[in-house]
């Protein structure tokens, strides 16, 4: 099988859509609007726990050192609360930018925190004639794996392809047009500069929204066992290795939303690709079932 990262292909998609199959040209068509969708309904938080709020407490009386350690502290523990809520709905929006060209990603589906493993549904823009011109893929996540249906060219309709995303220059924080939502919590490990922007409503439901950096490599240092290799992979490709972000917990401390923008370098010079993720209805059943052997496609994929 041939999977190549595509850092240097030109175009707005850069690395993503070009794993997804999509052409990328500097001329590319797709629309732009809003990278982040917050229509999903969450629930409500429930008891509130030494969470989130209670870091907004903090820094409430003064924002001092010890407020500022707090807020961090929640924030990097963000993929420990998810692991409690056990699993999620999700929602992902991926925009890459260059060029004064805008492209948007979406997609859809769900995360068992627990299995580490999730489904979505990723829908690629449409074509200059306003066409849906790619039937949507299915991704399922894996620790170390990505899987694919309805990859492209040159696969077969009943195949899936798997790409081992240790091997990725990114990680897969964006290769599959949507970044793992673990993955996303994992990298706040490494947060600091973590900012209070203040309380919102995100779908009906309170949440704290801080705004701060993160450092893939030290994010590889310090995340679960599962989600090291990646990230390891991801602090070679990138072309600065922090991140900045904006994360939304709610009262018990788990991740609403998070918003990271990443960039890479190619030969038309910086393309910014921000990546978004809607966490909602937590503790709702997400059954993922990676395919057999024999369903792995293992040709050449044609661009």
Known sequence: MVVQQHRRRCGAFAVA???????ATSGCSGGGGAVADDRP??????ETRAGAGQARDGEARGGDARADKTRADQVRKAADALAEARSSKARTSMETATGGTRVTIRGEGGYDFVRRMGQLTVVLPKGPAGADEHRPVTELLAPGALYMKNRGAG?????????????????????????????????????RDVTYVG????????????????DIAQAARVAEPHARAALAAAAKGFAMDTVP????????????K???????????????????????????????RLPDQR????GKIRA
Do not use: C, M
């Not at 309904?41 to 429930?46: E, L, N």
């Not at 917990?249 to 609403?256: I, T, V």
């Not at 369903?295 to 293992?298: K, S």
């Open 17 to 23: 859509a070009a794993v997804l199959g999509v052409v």
């Open 41 to 46: 309904g969450g629930g409500q938080a429930g």
């Open 155 to 191: 696969v077969p309709v009943d195949k899936w392809v798997r790409i081992d995303t240790t091997t990725l220059e990114d990680g897969n924080l964006v290769t599959g047009g949507a970044t793992d939502p673990l993955a996303a919590a994992e990298l706040l490990r490494s947060a």
């Open 199 to 214: 309380e919102e409503k995100l779908a009906g439901t309170k949440v704290w929204h801080y705004r701060g950096i993160t």
């Open 245 to 256: 972000f904006d994360a939304y917990l709610d009262d018990e401390g788990r991740l609403r």
């Open 258 to 288: 998070v918003r990271h923008r990443f960039s890479f370098t190619n030969e038309t010079g910086t393309v910014a690709v921000t990546s978004t993720t809607l966490l909602y209805d937590f503790g709702t059943p997400v059954a993922v």
């Open 295 to 298: 369903d792995i496609y293992a």
